[in-house]
């Protein structure tokens, strides 16, 4: 008796969509948000994958390693030698069943987070070619949200994921900096950057992390949640207030003052600015082939010498011992970003400097915090939701509280 033909897995009709979609951008305003593709390397991987996330496929941020692809950070100064091996993250993420098709767009070197730089020119919105997609996962966050993938990796160092998962429609989640490893990825800031995942839905995420990290976990207390008021526009401030009433059912939610959130922006700027023009004078003769836009930037910027940068590492760590206990929450909740996607011809400096402010204090307090879409029409709004006394499995079950989170019983 014949056994049949073999069983075709569910991996390869999965790629075969993804794969067409990329077809189908091609040409197209998003054309550019893939800048590498390895469809034959996929397709043998498709016929053999197995494990917990057997049947979803992802993207990586072309500043993480991917064998046999150049690395290539959105800009001209790169290096394009393939690498040798993935990133450690990347490796991990095929341990456990899913396929990578394809590398994707970034705000060059990563240091932007408009997604408006690079060699591959400026990523568009997934709903509306005239706004940016934010960044720097630029790429990452549209295809996501497009469907073109069911989740990617990316890196925050100031707002990195969460800024675009916000902005275009999908959920973005930075654990702390130990949880996913960052061996193979290229650096941009040392001191603050983190690898981090962008998914189409909550129950993604979730399976991504179960299937890197942890289990889910039960949420079996009640939690002190703080609001934060950041003085966004109505249509965001509308989906924090709908988070917060939906928590309110239960946990214990109250509005916070985040009185040293100023602080911890300023020790961001310096940490960054400093680990940033030491990345630039690495580049030596290269820096030269940087995208016209970032060169502007960088001879606007003034950047601080060895002794604020010292001062500022010092006042890191000392607030990463003592802001939590300020607080007294365990859970805060705010918008990601104070805005939906702005139109690309108005993005100026003080654009970036909203698309940053409220995610960079966590960076410089490296709590877990996920960017996670509020229903409603018009263009996507982002609620942010960061672990204080949390890890980060209870941070994604305070997440399934919320419209548009997908509760699920844990055993």
Partial sequence: MGTGPPRRRRAEPALERSLAYFDALAGTPWGNLVVARRDDEARAEAAVA???LEGLV???????DVASLPTRLGSDASDDRPAGVDAAVVAAVRRVGAVIAA???LHELGAG?????GRDGPARHPLDPERITGGSSSGAAALVALGAADFALGTDTGASVRAPAALCGC???????DRLPRHGVTPLNPTLDRVGVLARDLRTMRRVWTALADPPVPLDRPLRIGVVATGAEPAVALGVAAAARALDARHEVTQLRFGRADELRSIYRVVSAFEFARLVDGQGERAALLQPELRTLLDATRFPGEGEYAEALVALASARTTVAEELGV???LLSTVPVTAPRAAGVDRAVHARLLADCTPF????????????????LPVGVQLVGVRIDEAELLAVAALLPGGVPEVVS
Wanted: charged share 15%; glycine share 12%; aromatic share 4%.
């Fill in 50 to 52: 197995a494990g917990p």
């Fill in 58 to 64: 992802a993207a990586v941020k072309d500043n993480i």
């Fill in 103 to 105: 590398k994707t767009h």
């Fill in 113 to 117: 987070v408009s997604g408006l730089v």
């Fill in 171 to 177: 959920v973005g989640f930075v654990p702390r900096q």
């Fill in 330 to 332: 365990d859970v805060l």
């Fill in 363 to 378: 960076s410089v307090l490296d709590w877990p915090a996920l960017s996670i879409p509020a229903p409603g029409p018009g």
